[in-house]
């Protein structure tokens, strides 16, 4: 018996250090787990500060300085909003010439946020240029930062191409940037438009540029449009290529020098009243069912107008449907609706007292 007793005892024992050896074993994993979780709390403490708070929104210049000036843009713009879809988005190129007056290795351009830029590249008119190094945007001040990896040579002329960038078309009114505008047809079907104007710095919302009216520059469009539409803009048109079946591209002459806030953009599927005065070719846009019942008069139009449409050669006035205010633009009237029949009923009623 006692010898089984010894025995029990002795298998006891060994059963104690088996868990006890187990238990030392289990301390040590949780002094490695320990170990492990504090290393990573840091390595993410460390990370967010990173990220969060050493990262703070990034800053620019306060406004663009004039060490760089642009000379002159060719602007492309793929207005693909249909004829039955107000389809609010498009996309575009744009190079601009620019001289470096003052040498830099940063070229700063504005931005709008319903604007993303894509692909950027600089040339050189007569040499080589730097490559971009890096693309930032100070969304305050609506500034881009491009840095690039050497220095603009003083007096060198540049080529800054934005070989994609994309955008939105705003259909609030209070929104800046292309607007999108709808009416309904008699027949009740809903027929598409975009305008762009505005009173002051703006064109950002549109399209890359120096949005200041420190930075006078010839522009050279090219708008891609439905078939079914027509686009207009400061300049005259000088030829429309076919694309497809269903988009063509209206080629517009170079404007001359123009700030910003000079340019505006119609796309519609309006007709047109053609007027003559002193030679300068006057057409009067509205919707092509009130047209027929519509009376203009050149006087009227250029009454109003901004002045240089002699050097653009051409004055279109567009009647636009729910437009708030009226725009006279170099070659371009936008005009309300409202407005543009209001006085077309004036002057309709002062043909008719002429005439009786
Ligand atoms: C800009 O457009 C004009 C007119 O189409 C053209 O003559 C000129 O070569 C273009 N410039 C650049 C840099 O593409
Ligand atoms: C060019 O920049 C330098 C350094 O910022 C400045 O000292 C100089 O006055 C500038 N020159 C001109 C012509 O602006
Ligand atoms: C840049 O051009 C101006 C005017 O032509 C000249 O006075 C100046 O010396 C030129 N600067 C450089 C660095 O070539
Ligand atoms: C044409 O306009 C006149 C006056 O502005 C109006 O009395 C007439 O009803 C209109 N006719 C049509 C067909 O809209």
Request: glycine residues 6%; aromatic residues 10%.
């Amino acid at each position: 018996m006692l010898n089984g007793e010894k025995s029990t005892m002795y298998t006891e024992n060994k059963k104690e250090k088996l868990r006890l050896s187990w238990l030392y074993c289990d301390c040590r994993y949780i002094a490695i787990w320990l170990l492990v979780v504090i290393l990573l709390s840091t390595a993410l403490g460390v990370a967010l500060y990173f990220l969060v708070i050493a990262k703070e929104p990034y800053k620019g210049p306060p406004f663009l300085p004039t060490t760089l000036r642009p000379l002159s843009y060719n602007v492309t713009l793929r207005l693909l909003a249909t004829y039955d879809s107000g389809r609010s988005d498009y996309d575009g190129a744009v190079t601009i010439e620019l001289i470096c007056l003052n040498s830099t290795d940063r070229i700063y351009i504005h931005k709008g946020d319903n604007i993303r830029i894509g692909r950027v590249s600089l040339k050189s008119v007569d040499g080589d240029a730097p490559d971009v190094d890096s693309i930032r945007h100070d969304g305050q001040t609506d500034i881009t930062t491009i840095k690039l990896s050497d220095f603009l040579a003083t007096n060198r002329t540049y080529l800054l191409q934005i070989t994609s960038f994309n955008g939105q078309m705003s259909t609030d009114s209070s929104q800046p940037g292309l607007q999108l505008f709808q009416y309904r047809t008699t027949l009740g079907q809903t027929r598409f438009g975009a305008t762009f104007a505005t009173e002051e710095a703006g064109l950002r919302h549109v399209f890359p540029s120096f949005d200041s009216a420190d930075f006078p520059s010839v522009f050279n469009m090219v708008i891609v449009r439905a078939s079914t539409l027509r686009s207009i803009t400061n300049a005259k048109r000088d030829i429309t290529v076919k694309k497809s079946e269903d988009f063509l591209e209206d080629h517009y002459f170079a404007t001359p020098k123009l700030v910003p806030a000079d340019l505006a953009i119609v796309l519609c599927d309006f007709q047109y009243i053609r007027l003559q005065q002193a030679g300068l070719q006057i057409d009067v846009f509205f919707r092509p069912e009130i047209i027929a019942n519509i009376s203009v008069s050149a006087d009227r139009m250029v009454q109003f107008a901004d002045k240089r449409m002699t050097e653009m050669g051409k004055l279109d006035a567009v009647a636009v449907p729910g437009l708030k205010a009226r725009f006279d633009k170099p070659g371009l009237s936008l005009i309300p609706e409202k407005q543009a029949l209001e006085d077309a009923a004036a002057i309709a009623e002062l043909l008719r007292r002429r005439e009786g």
